[in-house]
Antibody, heavy 116, light 107 residues
Framework: EVQLVESGADLVKPGGSLRLSCAAS????????MSWVRQAPGKGLEWVGH??????????DYAAPVKGRFTISRDDSKNTLYLHMNSLEIDDTAVYFC???????WGQGTLVTVSP | DIQMTQSPSSLSASVGDRVTITCRAS??????LGWYQQKPGRAPKRLIS???SLERGVPSRFSGSGSGTEFTLTISSLQPEDFVTYYC?????????FGGGTKVEIK
């Protein structure tokens, strides 16, 4: 069974930084492309970014609102995906989900609150 | 970016009703579309991939159709646990984009 467990939830001030983690099991993580998706309170779903597996080139793409501020990385030895968030803005407040390739399986999400 | 226009944004129905939700893409996306169900406080769950392929374990009352720019999700007979929110997602081109969601409420 695929399991994805996000962690790193916190309350941060605008301009601050935070790192989220997503621990994966039940998949061959090193072969998996992974994504981050977020959902602001009471709003819809927004794709944040994506990292391919190393065998697929390890390429990374970001949504325009986070490009230059967020960085996605992975540690295949730890079966863990990361989202490094810098220069956080109030509009980044959301539940952040990690998901497997094709957004087929999702974690339970972790809440990031950006507030003065 | 490809825009996904989902309609209606909400609907009221009764247990046993047949309902249809539509997603229109701003340009052709072949069949690169999934449908997701999201219960309050939970992660989205994919119901359908490739526009019409039912995920394993998803009840057969759910079905998807369409190709190109117009897609539908049909629930043939609403059950009490179906009164939640549904989203479409296109992954034909980057960035992947979601529809705005449809909240199915009890009449």
């Amino acid at each position: 069974e695929v399991q994805l467990v996000e962690s790193g939830a916190d309350l941060v001030k605008p301009g601050g930084s935070l790192r989220l983690s997503c621990a994966a099991s039940g998949i061959t993580f090193s072969d998996a492309s992974m994504s981050w998706v977020r959902q602001a309170p009471g709003k819809g779903l927004e794709w944040v970014g994506h990292i391919n597996s190393k065998t697929d080139g390890g390429t990374i793409d970001y949504a325009a609102p986070v490009k230059g501020r967020f960085t996605i990385s992975r540690d295949d030895s730890k079966n863990t995906l990361y989202l490094h968030m810098n220069s956080l803005e109030i509009d980044d407040t959301a539940v952040y989900f990690c998901a497997t390739s094709g957004l087929s399986h999702w974690g339970q999400g972790t809440l990031v609150t950006v507030s003065p | 970016d490809i825009q996904m226009t989902q309609s209606p944004s909400s609907l009221s129905a009764s247990v046993g009703d047949r309902v249809t939700i539509t997603c229109r893409a701003s340009q052709g996306i072949r069949n690169d579309l999934g449908w997701y169900q999201q219960k309050p406080g939970r992660a989205p769950k994919r119901l359908i991939s490739a526009a019409s392929s039912l995920e394993r374990g998803v009840p057969s009352r759910f079905s998807g159709s369409g190709s190109g720019t117009e897609f539908t999700l049909t629930i043939s007979s609403l059950q009490p646990e179906d009164f939640v929110t549904y989203y479409c997602l296109q992954h034909n081109s980057y960035p992947p984009t979601f529809g705005g969601g449809t909240k199915v409420e009890i009449k």
